[in-house]
Each structure stands twice: as C-alpha cells, then as structure tokens.
C-alpha cells in the first residue's frame, strides 16, 4: 500500500472506530491494535504502546492524541489532524443531538429509572478502567503501592491530584519500578 | 473526605468565556482520565453541578461513542448556554491542550526507548490509574444504600477488568437488566 493509501485508510478506519465506540474509546484500543500493528505494519508493538503509555503520562485529550500520535507515525502532521478531527468531530454532533432528547424529558419517570440504572454500570466501567490501566504496566508491587496510595490519599485528602501524578513520575524516575 | 455536593449548593456558570476556561483547566490537568478532573473542577470547585446531575451526565455520555469525556464537554456546555455553550466548552478542551499535548506527545516518541523515560512512563501511569479508580469509588458513594447498584457496579467491574470481557458483551449484558430492576426515584437516594 502506497503512503497516501495507508493515510486514508487509516483515517477511514479511526472515524468507523469511532463512530462505533459506544461506551468510550479505551473499548477500541484492542480493535486499533489490530488494525494497525498486526494487520497493517505501521507501528510495531512496541511503539503502539509507548503511544497509548505517552498520553497517559501528558495531559490533555488522551484518546484524541493517541489516535493522533497513531496518525502522526503513518502520514505526518495532517494525518494526525486528520485523525484528531474523526475522532471527536462525528460523535460530537451525535452526543449534541441526542443530548436535547436526554434533557427535554429529564423529569419523566422513564428517564429517571434508565439513569437510575445506568449510572452503577457505568461507575463500575469507571472503576474497572482504572483497574485495567494499573496493570498495562505490568511492573509488580511497586507500580501496585504507587497506585494504591493514589487512591488512598485522593480520597482521604484534599491534596491536589497533579502532586501525585508528579510523585509518581518521579519515583518512576529513580527507577523504583 | 470532601463530602458529595447536594443540588442546594450548585451555582451554575454564565459567560461563554467561563465555560471555555474552565475546560480548557479541565483538558489542561488531565491526568488519568479528564473525568478525574471534570469532577474535580466542575464539582468540587466551581459547584457547577451536583454528584448525582454529574453521575447523570456521565451515564449518558457513556452511552455516547468516541470519546467520554469530549461528550460531557459538549453537554455541559450545552446545559448551560445551549450551542455556543456547547462550542465554548468543546473550543476550551481541544484547541490549546491538542497542541500542547501532540508536541509534547511527538517529543517523548522520540525518547520512549530510553529507561529514565519508560520509568517516568510507568509511575506517571501508576498514579494516574489511582486517580481514575479513586473518581470512580466517589461517584460511587451516593449508591452507597442501594445493595442493588452496588452489585451491578460490582458486575461491570468484574465484567470489564476480572474476566476481560468485550465492552459491548458487558454493556449488552448488564444496562437492560439494571435498568429492569432499578425503581424511580420517590426518595432522593444521599
């Protein structure tokens, strides 16, 4: 496949990706590495997760700039922002919409017992996020105690979350993990 | 422990240029996830919304595609200043953060094989998980009286992090059933 050809591809496979991605993009992660490092060859292993690795690690849009980063190593700057754009732009527009459906009826009794339901699941999800992250590392009790004192202090303190993301850093640093 | 904002308390935002700023801090800051950061600043500081109007939102932006926390932008800034309030927020969240984080992003690509980087790497991501789950276990303390949502947040947690099983099996398998069983609300659940 010629270099433009792998662009478009690309990009025409993160916009379906992300147009499908009900529930939040981390579900697609697996599906994108498939795309493009098993099936494709852009990336190696590797490099696929030291990307999804770096925008842990940066602040900012993580997803978009993942899917940019991704965009970045196979065609350039406009292939990144090409990326970026079909990652946000399509479900934008569908949140927008069905958001004045939510709103409008968010007083009747149906909506009530779908949020009631929903929202478990949801901090459930949330939480497992969290969890599946805490192991990608995979790099034994250290990485375990660093993330279980974030939990600790975040809910026991008013400590400003940055100080431990920056902790975190730092004793990763010093090659503590 | 900060306790959860009741709706007595909540001040909603006026100006656009707010809205902007204030997502542009949320993009700015966020490590772990902006859902650490979108409760953080919009809740705990600015008194935007309550717990339970943010836990709303969220549920339906988790059933939005792309990404969460991009949905809960736009809806924020449209629940309060309708579209412009939706681009405002949208505007704040993207524009400088994207910059900043891609330029930064593309510079670590180039140095990810070094150990000091891989070590920052991995604390940073360490930490950043902890935020995540420790945003997810406050969102969780309103449910706190209801055995039932906390056997579904049990659920999807075991689902998604236990048995690794696809999002959308988990998803499929759980909503009907927990919305099946839920009752609505006659006594707000604190």
């Not at chain 1, 004192?149 to 809910?155: C, R, S």
């Not at chain 2, 980087?117 to 969102?139: C, S």
């Not at chain 2, 919305?179 to 604190?190: C, F, G, K, M, N």
Request: positive net charge.
């Amino acid at each position: 496949m010629n270099p433009s050809g792998a662009s478009v591809s690309l990009i025409g496979h993160v916009a379906l990706l992300a147009i499908i991605s009900f529930g939040g993009v981390p579900g697609v992660l697996p599906d994108l590495r498939d795309f493009v490092v098993s099936a494709n060859g852009w990336l190696t292993d590797r490099e696929f997760a030291n990307c999804f690795a770096i925008v842990q690690a940066i602040p900012g849009p993580n997803m978009i700039l993942m899917m940019s980063l991704i965009g970045w190593k196979v065609g350039g700057l406009p292939v990144a922002i090409a990326s970026a754009l079909v990652t946000f732009g399509p479900p934008c527009a569908l949140s927008y919409t069905a958001f004045h459906f939510w709103d409008r009826f968010r007083d009747a009794a149906w909506q009530q017992r779908v949020r009631r339901g929903l929202a478990p699941v949801t901090i459930g999800l949330v939480i497992a996020g969290g969890a599946v992250m805490a192991r990608t590392g995979d790099s034994g009790w250290p990485s375990l105690a660093i993330t279980t004192a974030a939990i600790g202090l975040m809910l026991m303190t008013r400590i400003n979350p940055l100080w431990l993301v920056a902790a975190g850093g730092a004793l990763g640093g010093l090659g503590v993990l | 422990m900060s306790s959860a904002l009741n709706e007595a308390q909540v001040r909603p935002p006026t100006t656009l240029g707010a809205l902007f700023l204030v997502f542009l801090k949320v993009s700015m800051y966020g490590f772990g996830g902006p859902i650490v950061w979108v409760r953080r600043i919009i809740i705990e500081e600015r008194h935007w919304l309550s717990d339970r109007e943010f836990a709303d939102l969220l549920s339906f932006c988790q059933f939005m595609p792309g990404p969460n926390v991009v949905s809960i932008t736009v809806c924020i800034g449209a629940k309060f200043r309708g579209p412009a309030g939706a681009l405002a927020a949208l505007a704040g969240f993207i524009l400088v953060p994207w910059t900043v984080g891609f330029s930064l992003g593309v510079l670590f690509l180039s140095y990810a094989h070094t150990p000091l980087l891989q070590g920052i790497l991995r604390g940073v991501a360490a930490a950043a998980a902890g935020l995540l789950i420790a945003t997810g276990i406050r969102l969780l303390l309103p449910h706190r009286h209801r055995p039932i949502a906390l056997a579904f947040a049990m659920l999807a947690f075991a689902g998604l992090a236990g048995a690794r099983l696809p999002l959308l099996i988990v998803v499929l398998a759980l909503v009907p059933l927990s919305i099946a069983l839920a009752r609505p609300d006659q006594v707000p659940a604190r």
